[in-house]
């Protein structure tokens, strides 16, 4: 698995069952829509999980099994494994690095999480990142919406046009949409939820990630979630390690 190949599994590596909908009552304004949304996940601190899938990256499929361990807005940490369990990369990821270690071919990479980003021209930033895998909604800064209500979803269409927020009526996101130009953009929906400590997460996540330069679709499962409960991410660089 080369450097591109793992990064795009990482980013993807980043839901309704159960979830009754309800008739929506009056009309609200977007930003009070917004605040609704980020109530799901305000008190999480914590988040780990177990993750099984599979990516296609330009017509190659990939299987994906992988734990997840977050400490919300410090890091992202993943242990990704290959056939009958193996550890084949591990990933620690912060707002301002990315480190990746490759236990196939004993290779590692340290750099920044932006010129990463801009390297492959990837819509791409560690809290969009941390939005996606914990199905996380806010409001984008300098960014207004018009608001669309029907009878089964809020639709917020954001001014600049690259932005779409579709919520049902408990306000758990649908879909989300953002693009930085027409090449490049990242779609998810969420087609199952599961409630744990009084708080929905994602159980089933299918991801569309598009570049420049490359393509990558990732449907995810979730199971044996946690929340609030602290975990180790331990992460170092075996000395015999050579940089990629």
């Known amino acids: 698995m080369n450097r591109l190949s793992l990064f795009i599994v990482v980013l993807l590596l980043s839901s309704c069952v159960g979830t009754k909908l309800i008739t929506n009552s009056s009309p609200q304004s977007f930003s009070e829509v917004l605040k609704k949304a980020e109530v799901n996940t305000k008190d999480i601190r914590w988040f780990t999980a177990s993750i099984k899938g599979k990516a296609d990256l330009d017509n190659r499929s990939i299987p994906i099994t992988a734990q997840l361990r977050m400490r919300k807005d410090s890091v992202i940490w993943m242990s990704i494994s290959a056939l009958m369990g193996i550890e084949a990369a591990r990933v620690h990821i912060t707002p301002d690095s990315v480190k990746m270690i490759n236990r196939l071919n004993a ?37 207004t919406y018009t608001l669309d209500v029907s009878s089964d979803a809020y639709t917020l269409f954001s001014s600049s046009g690259h932005s779409i927020i579709k919520l049902n009526t408990i306000y758990l996101p649908m879909e989300v ?25 994602p159980k089933t996540v299918n991801i569309d990630v598009q ?16 929340v609030n409960r602290p975990k180790k991410v331990k992460f170092s660089i075996p000395s015999s390690y050579v940089p990629i």
Not at 112 to 122: H, R, T
Not at 181 to 199: A, R
């Open 107 to 143: 290779t590692y990479f340290v750099g920044g999480i932006e010129s990463l980003s801009k390297e492959y021209n990837l819509p791409f930033s560690f809290y969009e990142l941390q939005d996606v895998l914990l199905a996380a909604v806010r409001q984008k800064e300098n960014t």
């Open 177 to 201: 949409f953002h693009s930085r130009s027409d090449s490049q953009f990242v779609k998810i929906n969420y087609q199952n939820f599961l409630q744990t400590d009084s708080i929905w997460l």
């Open 211 to 226: 570049s420049s330069h490359n393509t990558a679709e990732a449907t995810l499962n979730y199971f044996k979630t946690t």
